[in-house]
């Protein structure tokens, strides 16, 4: 086994706005822009730094990134099972990865409440993301009541096994999952350290039974719900947490560049 504080060193730190619905096209580009002016060729060395704008945003934020080599990265914040077809509303795989994103998220806890996507439909998103060569951000978590009940990590490990169902290991290892207890999103509620860690390493050793112990160590494992840059460091600093998703606090450029910046944060 990997001593654990090694793998972890290995896994590059993600820092991920989910936008969520903000933000049109204009103001896409001046918070980019805010974003790209304040970091530095330091913390794109240290982090990995991600935005997840809405599908109307993505083109300006493309054009903006490859025209001015922005080492942002950016993705989108859903995709449709489907190729193509008669499916009014629906964004494929492929145009995303014609417009370059690198990353999707699929299984949002948004998208399971608000439009009832469950495993299979989740299942069916991730690999429509693979066959395209666009990294999943694979969400996951429990809500209030299975979080009383002491069962978070069965029922993210139960959503972890049906999400991953004929994903290769291939593919596994470019997957990067979220740990979003539903509880603690948008609700100023945050998990403490100990609670995200608890489950982040759960599923780490899931993967390592899904697919082998190599597979789960480079696997990078994301908590999100309520960070803020006055907790990150705590969160950061738990083993199996290799990053965040964030989606209130990476709205605004000054607080988005202080949660890349986990580390100088008390
Ligand atoms: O859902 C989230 C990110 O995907 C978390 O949202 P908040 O950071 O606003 O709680």
Known sequence: M???????????????????????HFEAIA???????????????????????????????????????LKIGYGAQDVSQH????????????MLAKLGCSYVLAGHSERRQYHNEDDAVVNAKVRAAFARDITPIL?????????????????????????????????????????EPVWAIGTGEVAT???AQEVCAA????????????????????????VKSDNIAGIMAQGDVDGALVGGASLKAEEFVKLVRFGEQA
């Open 2 to 24: 990997a001593n654990p504080a090694t793998a972890k060193t290995a896994r590059k730190p993600l820092i991920a706005g989910n936008w969520k619905l903000h933000n049109n």
């Open 31 to 69: 918070l980019v822009q805010k974003l790209a002016f304040a970091l530095n060729d330091g913390d794109f060395d240290a982090v990995e730094v991600v935005v997840l704008p809405p599908f109307t945003s993505l083109r300006s934020v493309q054009t903006l990134v490859d025209g001015d080599k």
């Open 83 to 94: 190729e193509k077809g008669a499916y009014t509303g629906e964004i494929s795989g492929a």
């Open 139 to 179: 969400c996951l978590g429990e809500g209030l009541e299975v979080r009383k009940a002491g069962e978070q990590v069965a029922h993210t490990l139960a959503q972890l096994d049906g999400a991953l169902k004929d994903v290769t290991e291939e593919q596994a290892r470019r997957l990067v999952v979220a740990y």
């Open 193 to 195: 350290p100990a609670d």
């Open 203 to 226: 599923l780490r050793a899931r993967l390592g039974e899904l697919y082998s112990p190599e597979t789960a160590q480079e696997t990078r494992i994301l908590y999100g719900g309520s």
